[in-house]
């Protein structure tokens, strides 16, 4: 089926994009992460292609990376989980921090996209935890940041502060990615933290 589409950007918005190759005009479905990443209208924009087929309408998705676009199959092949909120996932966060939510068992995080709930952040966490890392994704998510107690403190810690749980996770994110000790305490994960959500 379509892989991928190579053409004229002719319009941009949030969640739509129109391109036109070979004198054909698509409009494709697209995360916001892919709406900031392509460039602006008139470039020349290559888009990784999902086709969703239901039994009275056809969507095509578009995905600046492979990896957005592998991150949205394995996320409509979870029971109850569509396009909508696969795409509501993948604009929220980025690939890495999504399976980073899975590989972690982060059922917080995940909740505080818009569109998740309790039970399809437990049944995403259950049927993709292994399945990312066997497509090549988030391989290094939930083994780089030891320490999830710590962890989990300090983002419970954070979010008592006003913090919302997403910009929280994303900073705990950061602060492990490049000072690793900071897993050994609440405390200086909480202090480091704190200077990327201010």
């Given at each position: ?73 394995l996320l409509v092949s979870v029971n109850g989980v569509g396009p909508r909120t696969a795409m509501s996932l993948i604009s929220s966060a980025s690939v890495h921090d999504v399976c980073d939510f ?18 399809t952040a437990e049944r995403v966490i259950l049927e993709l935890k292994d399945r990312i890392q066997h497509a090549g994704l988030g391989e290094s998510a939930g083994r780089q940041h030891g320490g ?51």
């Open positions: 089926m379509l892989y991928s589409i190579r053409g004229r950007l002719i319009e941009k918005n949030p969640t739509s994009l129109v391109v036109e190759t070979n004198g054909i005009t698509y409009e494709l479905n697209v995360p916001l992460t892919t709406y900031e990443a392509v460039g602006n209208v008139s470039d020349e924009v290559t888009l990784f292609t999902v086709l969703v087929v239901r039994e009275d309408d056809f969507q095509l998705y578009g995905f600046s990376s492979k990896d957005e676009r592998k991150l949205f199959k899975i590989a972690s068992s982060n059922s917080h995080a995940l909740m505080s996209i818009p569109g998740i709930g309790r039970k999830e107690v710590v962890r989990a403190e300090a983002a419970d810690a954070l979010v008592a502060l006003g913090y919302s749980r997403l910009e929280v996770e994303r900073a705990i994110r950061d602060v492990l990615s490049k000072e690793p000790s900071a897993s050994k305490s609440v405390e200086e994960l909480v202090r480091s933290a704190l200077k990327r959500v201010r």
